[in-house]
């Protein structure tokens, strides 16, 4: 692809040998070595204004199970155990609740910014009540989805939550601050390379609640909590000392990336008013790539699109589609309720290129190249040519 969906940067580890020869003359390459410290230290300076706490992990879907099992410990058995979650996110979201021992119910989402849907959230909360383990919201594709309303929710249904924060990293909020500070909820944050802050494998969860985080980090060391002794459920999921300079390395300049992905999405918004993007919050973005929707009568001919977007050398996708509960595993498995708009934003949903080198011209031949396939498209059926090249 000449402009692929995403063109992973993680920081270049073939210019950082002196650092790289400092973890090796320490001999410490994980359990929580020096690095991975500066590293919590770091994120909590540069991301959360100095408040509340973080432990690390090598990904963010073991980071959202020990999350989860974290504030479930306690939960009685013998109820149904539904973890609540939007249907539109990714398969990580419901694994990560069914390895805890939950089932996920899968809600609606608002038709403007694509998160969980308030009203068949609370809906739910109100039929199953105690039946509901655990509240999950996503905060979708970056959005500053409304932390206040889930403490609440959290107080008056008596049900913890965790956040997805997966592609959140580098998103602010009205008050300047990293999305999440300040707030108790633990929010798992991911690292992957084709998240904002690349950094190729690795996640971060974040609480003011200090406590929380000193368990989640026992639990992810193999809930060792004295000296080789498990003292509550745990498994592996540690950050390296490689994987932790990494995340270090992606720090420098991540403001300027995360402001520059903004700018190229704005691009994008100007130039395509035929399409509907997600909502904008009242803050910064992270953006992983530019996610907006087709028009409605287009839905039925996306992948032509994405075929003659191909041809010219360009990555289209269409995250999250289909959504979890279309999804044959999830279908079996999980129980769900309407999925109205969820359904209309997964047939129209297109992804669009977005890489932190991407040049403004680069999304101008991108926004030239779909209108011209979305003529095509409206045009009538797939020409015979186009029928040919395609797969
Ligand atoms: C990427 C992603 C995850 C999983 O993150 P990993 O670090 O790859 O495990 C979970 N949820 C959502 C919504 C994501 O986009």
């Known amino acids: 692809m000449r402009i692929p969906l995403t063109r992973p940067a993680p920081p270049r580890l073939s210019e950082a040998t002196a650092l790289l020869s400092g973890i090796e003359d320490r001999g410490i390459f994980t359990n929580f070595g020096p690095v991975n410290a500066a590293f919590e230290a770091d994120m909590i300076e540069q991301v959360f204004s100095g408040q509340g706490s973080c432990t690390t992990v090598c990904n963010a879907t073991l980071g959202l199970m020990l999350a989860i099992r974290s504030v479930t410990l306690t939960r009685q058995q013998g109820r149904r155990n539904y973890a609540l979650m939007p249907s539109f996110t990714f398969a990580a979201a419901a694994h990560a609740a069914m390895w805890c021992g939950l089932t996920p119910l899968f809600c609606d989402i608002d ?76 929010m798992v944050f991911s690292m992957h390379a084709t998240k904002s802050f690349a950094a190729g494998e690795g996640g971060l969860i974040y609480s003011t609640d200090k406590t929380l985080i000193d368990t989640i980090k026992t639990m992810s060391n193999f809930g060792f909590g004295a000296p080789r002794t498990a003292t509550m459920p745990g498994l592996n999921a540690k950050m390296s000392e490689v994987a932790a300079l990494l995340g270090r390395l992606r720090l420098d300049g991540f403001l300027e990336i995360i402001e520059r992905r903004q700018a190229l999405v704005d691009i994008y918004r100007r130039f395509l008013p035929e399409l ?116």
């Open 111 to 186: 038709p403007d910014n694509w998160a969980a849907d308030p009203q068949a959230e609370e809906a739910m909360l109100e039929a199953h009540g105690q039946d509901i383990a655990l509240l999950m919201p996503y905060a979708t594709f970056g959005y500053d989805i409304d932390l206040a309303r889930y403490e609440r929710l959290s107080k008056k249904f008596n049900v913890p939550v965790v956040v997805d924060a997966a592609s959140s990293l580098g998103t602010v909020s009205a008050d300047g601050a990293g999305f999440g500070t300040g707030s108790a909820i633990p």
């Open 276 to 391: 509907q993007f997600q909502a904008a919050g009242p803050a910064r973005q992270a953006h992983q790539f530019a996610s907006a929707l087709l028009p409605a009568f287009l839905a039925p001919q996306r992948e032509q699109i994405q075929r003659a977007l191909a041809q010219d050398g360009i990555g289209l996708a269409a995250y999250f589609s289909p959504h979890l509960a279309q999804q044959a595993y999830f279908l079996e498995t999980c129980e769900a309720g309407t999925q109205f708009v969820a359904d209309d934003v997964a047939a129209r949903i297109i992804s669009l290129p977005l890489y932190d080198s991407m040049t403004d011209d680069e999304v101008l031949e991108v926004v030239a190249a779909l209108q011209n396939a979305m003529r095509a498209a409206a045009a009538g059926p797939p020409a015979l040519l186009v029928e040919m090249a395609g797969d």
